[in-house]
Nanobody
Framework: QVQLVESGGGLVQPGGSLRLSCTGS????????MTWYYQAPGKERDVVAY????????YHEDAVKGRFTISRDNEKNTVYLQMNNLKPEDTAVYYC?????????WGQGTRVTVSS
């Protein structure tokens, strides 16, 4: 059974940092790209960042370039999202996702609130 479990969210002041983690199980983690999404209140779920199998190929959405960094540790079956210089508009629930066997698998999400 494929499972993704996110952690690391919380309340942080503007300019602060958080590191989100997403640990996968039930599949061969190293064989699949991973994607972080965010969903702000009242908005659709959008891509934040993407990482290929070996961590070399990455993509970051324009609004987070230079502030967020996606990485992965295939030994730990975990993908990370390092978020620096957080802004109030980064407030959202963050989800990790992988696609395998024709199905998108999602974690339960971790909430990030950026507020003073």
């Amino acid at each position: 059974q494929v499972q993704l479990v996110e952690s690391g969210g919380g309340l942080v002041q503007p300019g602060g940092s958080l590191r989100l983690s997403c640990t996968g199980s039930g599949f061969t983690f190293s064989r699949y790209p991973m994607t972080w999404y965010y969903q702000a209140p009242g908005k659709e779920r959008d891509v934040v960042a993407y990482i290929g199998l070996d961590g070399v190929l990455t993509y970051h959405e324009d609004a987070v370039k230079g502030r967020f960094t996606i990485s992965r540790d295939n030994e730990k079956n975990t993908v990370y999202l390092q978020m620096n210089n957080l802004k109030p508009e980064d407030t959202a629930v963050y989800y990790c996702m992988t696609h395998l066997g024709g199905t998108n698998y999602w974690g339960q999400g971790t909430r990030v609130t950026v507020s003073s």
